[in-house]
Every structure is written in structure tokens, then in C-alpha cells.
């Protein structure tokens, strides 16, 4: 969903860099599931919860016996806390 949003607000202005953004953050959640453990852990938000920045957001995952979920992907200028306990 974020994602999806995320690319349709950039489209409003520029449906190209829409369309490469997207694909930078697939690539970046990639990266996340070969080496989740090198990032940030954000425990101060939610147990078990990481973290990495891409420009100005901010890619929230944890870990589970089948690898890394994508729990969200926010601007970091939001009030996260409440973003993620939702």
C-alpha cells in the first residue's frame, strides 16, 4: 500500500521518476533481504523492528522464519510512531 501511494503522489508531477523510484525501492528492499541483520535495529518504535533510509523515506521491516517483511515505507518528516502502530 505504501508503495502504491508513495509512486502515485510522484506521478502527479513526474509519472517517469514515479516509475524509477519504484524500482529503487524494490531494489533497496532487495538489498534488505540479502543482509537484514546490517541495519538499524528500531526497537524504540516496535519490538523486532529495523530500518534504512532511501532519499527522504524511510523502510521499515522485520524478520520472521520466512525472511524479511516490508512493514512500511514512510517519509521520515512523519510522526512514525503512531504510522506504525497502526
Keep these: 500500500m505504501d508503495l502504491a501511494e508513495i509512486t502515485d503522489f510522484i506521478a502527479l508531477d513526474n509519472p517517469e521518476r514515479a516509475s524509477q523510484f519504484e524500482d529503487e ?3 533497496h528492499a ?6 537484514p541483520l546490517a541495519y538499524t535495529e528500531r526497537t524504540d518504535l516496535r519490538p523486532g523492528l ?3 533510509s532511501h532519499g527522504a523515506y ?6 520472521d522464519d520466512r525472511g524479511v517483511r516490508i512493514e512500511r515505507i514512510l517519509h521520515g518528516a512523519r510522526d512514525l510512531g503512531p504510522l506504525l502502530n497502526q
Design 25 to 27: 525501492l524494490i531494489e
Design 30 to 35: 532487495q538489498r534488505i533481504a540479502r543482509a
Design 50 to 52: 529495523r530500518s534504512c
Design 58 to 63: 524511510v523502510i521499515f521491516f522485520t524478520l
